[in-house]
């Protein structure tokens, strides 16, 4: 059950949390922009932040049940990376909704049933765009490129190639909505704000801004990993098959790729520290410039609101 707390603003400082100096020891958190807001998730708990057009912080925050990382799910590998990107779906769904109507200042809960409807078709919607159109594309362009449809080598590479492009395409495309521009601040304000928990010391507005906007473990690097894993994955079925068999297992293979992309992911991370490993997880980082940006002081404020709270629910203050 969710429950609502407000607060003015006061000031750039926040209580600071009990912060353990062993890295084994620190909670794992992560995050999502939202619409004038910021969504925080640890293990077990989940916080939303959302600046009301009068200036109010308002924070909604819940326990998890089903997507906590107490069940027994999150410690199988592959199914853990199907659960957590549909459990980034569904909680950053419910987390758009709180903030879509804070940002109106409408008081009514968006239904539980526009909001099923919402997801199915973000979620066919994405599936189509960045899995089948770039089937479509390329069994198209044999007749230009007679070779791709004699190697199936050839023809997974341009498929993922196509599907790159689209992804690039799109992201470019709406960083052109002015309001698509403020999320992607306080996109970087949730990674400032996290860089800034993971290093320990005070939880201050004025520290805080001095972190990287851009954050190894983001979900822009986990699709660019998705992106590279599903040509690997494609490439792997017989080129033989009928085109509806590669249709269908564009949307049957994708729980797969997206445990082995967790995974991928999940292990740079552990080992980000090494110098080897830099130049892995750089590409999500120069891809993250386009779903990030620099944040402004109130920004942050928001998203160290939402990290103070589910720490608070964590036990950590």
């Not at 407000?6 to 926040?14: A, M, R, T, V, Y």
């Not at 993922?160 to 002015?178: D, E, P, T």
């Not at 992106?227 to 080129?239: C, D, E, Q, W, Y």
């Not at 080992?271 to 402004?296: H, N, V």
């Amino acid at each position: 059950m969710f429950f609502g707390r407000k607060d003015p603003g006061q000031g750039h400082s926040l209580s600071n949390p009990s912060i353990p100096k062993k890295k084994e020891d620190r909670l794992r958190v992560g995050g999502q922009a939202v619409i004038e807001g910021v969504m925080m998730r640890s293990p077990n708990s989940m916080a939303i932040a959302v600046r009301k057009p009068n200036g109010e912080i308002v924070v909604k925050r819940e326990k998890l049940d089903f997507f906590s990382e107490k069940k027994f799910f999150s410690k199988l590998p592959l199914i853990r990376g199907v659960m957590n990107l549909l459990s980034a779906l569904i909680l950053g769904m419910k987390a758009l909704n709180f903030s879509a109507n804070q940002s109106l200042e409408e008081e009514k809960e968006v239904s539980s049933w526009t909001m099923g409807l919402t997801f199915t078709f973000a979620l066919c919607f994405g599936i189509f765009l960045f899995f089948l159109v770039p089937l479509f594309l390329t069994k198209w362009l044999r007749f230009a490129i007679p070779m791709v449809s004699t190697s199936g080598i050839l023809f997974n590479l341009v498929d993922g190639i196509i599907r790159l492009m689209i992804f690039l395409a799109y992201l470019w495309a709406i960083s052109f909505f002015k309001e698509i521009r403020r999320i992607f601040q306080y996109h970087g304000a949730e990674h400032k704000s996290i860089f800034a928990f993971e290093s320990g010391g005070a939880l201050m507005v004025d520290r805080v801004k001095g972190f990287s906007y851009l954050h190894p473990r983001c979900g822009t690097s986990f699709l660019l990993i998705v992106m590279v894993v599903s040509i690997l994955v494609f490439a792997l079925i017989p080129h033989q098959l009928s085109f509806g068999y590669k249709v269908a297992s564009r949307v049957v293979f994708i729980p797969l790729i997206a445990g082995l992309a967790y995974e991928i992911i999940r292990f740079a991370d552990q080992k980000r520290d090494r110098k080897s490993m830099q130049y892995f997880i750089k590409p999500g980082l120069w891809l993250q410039r386009m779903t990030a940006r620099e944040p402004s002081e109130d920004q942050i404020e928001v998203a160290l609101r939402a990290l103070q709270e589910v720490l608070e629910l964590e036990g950590r203050r």
